[in-house]
């Protein structure tokens, strides 16, 4: 399985960089798997050029859930 989210990969080689490797995947554990779930995620889908037929993960997208207002 793969995320192609190069934010994700950017994070834990920052991360990595600066402390270890199992330093940073515990802060992308703690972040993905526990801080995203509590305050609201979504998965960005879709398809790229050289596979126009296979869906991806494309990224992850820390979004705060909202109501959406009345519209009457």
Request: with cysteine; net charge positive.
């Amino acid at each position: 399985m793969e995320c192609g989210d190069w934010e994700t990969a950017a994070t834990y080689f920052k991360f990595s960089k600066r402390y270890d490797s199992s330093r940073a995947l515990e802060h992308l554990r703690q972040t993905y798997e526990v801080d995203y779930p509590k305050r609201g995620v979504v998965l960005a889908l879709g398809t790229q050029k050289k596979r126009p037929r296979q869906w991806l993960l494309l990224g992850v997208i820390r979004l705060d859930e909202s109501n959406q207002p009345s519209l009457i």
